[in-house]
């Protein structure tokens, strides 16, 4: 069974810092790309950052230069550093793993962990 566990969402001032994780379990996750998504109240999931398998990354403009993403192969483990917060990155952060292959895809995700930027 597939399992994608955030953790480490919160409430946090502007200007501050948050570090997510997200465990994941059932997958060769090695092989996947793991990607960080949010979901603003009213608005549509949008991509955050991903990093791929060989640990290449893309964050979407708006987070590029405030948030890392990294990995930890050994640990089964995807991280979201987020600096220098600010309101508009209040959402909740999903983390999703994908794996697309010539002849099959699989894409997961993890229930959510909710990110609250405020004074």
């Known amino acids: 069974q597939v399992q994608l566990v955030e953790s480490g969402g919160g409430l946090v001032q502007p200007g501050g810092s948050l570090r997510l994780s997200c465990a994941a379990s059932?997958?060769?996750?090695?092989?996947?790309?793991m990607g960080w998504y949010r979901q603003a109240p009213g608005k549509q999931r949008e991509l955050v950052a991903t990093?791929?398998?060989?640990?290449?990354?893309n964050y979407a403009n708006s987070v590029k230069g405030r948030f890392t993403i990294s990995r930890n192969n050994a640990e089964r483990t995807v991280y979201l550093q987020m600096d220098s917060l600010k309101p508009e990155d209040t959402a909740v952060y999903f983390c999703?793993?994908?794996?697309?292959?010539?002849?099959?895809?699989?894409?997961?995700w993890g229930q959510g962990t909710l990110v609250t930027v405020s004074s």
């Open positions: 999703n793993a994908d794996f697309s292959g010539v002849v099959r895809s699989y894409s997961y």
């Open positions: 059932g997958i060769s996750f090695n092989f996947y790309t």
């Open positions: 990093i791929s398998s060989a640990g290449g990354t």
